[in-house]
């Protein structure tokens, strides 16, 4: 175990397709090897009482950055989800990742290199990749290493820019 204690973040406001609930059923699982550990509720506002969360609920966007830093681990085990900018906000935070294998999700996250990616609604993988991380610190630190450099090299407004440009030149050089 570890003698820091480590804080789980989720982010998201739609709870239910967010998978709010099977993070929660995870979270009773991880607290059982890892008793320290918290869980932090950014923007929704679940009710439930329950040993070592934090619901925060709504939040200004500028508070978001001070959160995430907070944070170390993220977490958002969705069902639906078409991109995910709570996942590349994480990622810039240097935090490793455990989603779900929807989306564009796999997009950006690639299983066992800087994060974990399990099936909607299975509670025990989502519980088992915390634990995969909440035990290994280093692993931690090279998941949000890779999570923010690959933000800069692909999602940054200069990175996003750059390809913009590359294409537009390409469109006005093939011509009508």
Not at 17 to 34: H, M, S, T
Not at 75 to 85: A, D, H, K, L, W
Not at 100 to 112: E, H, L, M, Q, Y
Not at 114 to 131: F, K, T
Request: aromatic residues 10%; hydrophobic residues 45%; glycine residues 8%.
């Amino acid at each position: 175990m570890l003698d820091t204690i480590q804080n789980i973040l989720f982010v998201g406001l739609d709870w239910e397709r967010k998978g709010g609930p099977d993070l929660i059923e995870a979270f009773k699982i991880v607290l059982e090897k890892y008793p320290d550990t918290t869980l932090t509720i950014v923007g929704a506002s679940p009710q439930i009482q329950a040993q070592n969360i934090n619901i925060i609920g709504k939040v200004p966007l500028q508070s978001l950055k001070t959160i995430y830093k907070a944070a170390t681990i993220f977490c958002m085990p969705t069902y639906v989800e078409p991109f995910g900018v709570v996942f590349l906000e994480a990622m810039q935070a240097h935090l490793p990742i455990v989603g779900t294998n929807v989306g564009a999700i796999p997009d950006f996250i690639k299983d066992g290199w800087n994060g974990w990616l399990v099936e909607p609604g299975d509670v025990q993988a989502i519980a088992e990749a915390l634990s995969k991380l909440l035990s290994n610190p280093e692993l931690c630190r090279q998941f949000g290493e890779r999570n923010f450099s690959l933000t800069q090299e692909r999602y940054s407004w200069e990175a996003v820019g750059q390809k913009l440009h590359a294409y537009i030149l390409k469109a006005l050089s093939s011509g009508p």
